[in-house]
């Protein structure tokens, strides 16, 4: 399985960025999608996470701001980032989780200038 993730860059505060992430392989069914993000230094922190049903779950820092959705039948799973904070900097990386293992896309950075 392979984790093909786009759309990062530089963005001034208060703009908005979308990150698309595309999962191919020998994909049976995907479960959970997501996105986490980290900082140099810190932890990777879950931002959020999508179920098949489309149930969705954000960290409180982003709720309001950011807004995932997936594509089933394309196997993409997508992040839109409006009202961006410096704070948001990091490197966002996307996963899928099939069949209880979890994979992970290669990272994307995301850079927010105050």
């Known amino acids: 399985v392979q984790l093909q993730a786009s759309g990062g860059g530089l963005v001034q505060a208060g703009g908005s960025l979308s990150l698309s992430c595309v999962a191919s392989g020998s994909i049976f069914r995907i479960g959970n999608m997501g996105w986490y993000r980290q900082v140099p230094g810190k932890q990777r922190e879950l931002v959020a996470v999508i179920t098949r049903g489309a149930v969705t779950n954000y960290a409180d820092s982003v709720k309001g701001r950011f807004t995932t959705s997936r594509d089933n039948v394309k196997n993409t799973v997508y992040l839109q980032m409006n009202s961006l904070k410096f704070e948001d900097t990091a490197v966002y990386y996307c996963?899928?989780?099939?069949?209880?293992?979890?994979?992970w896309g290669q990272g994307t950075l995301v850079t927010v200038s105050s």
């Open positions: 996963y899928v989780n099939i069949g209880g293992s979890d994979y």
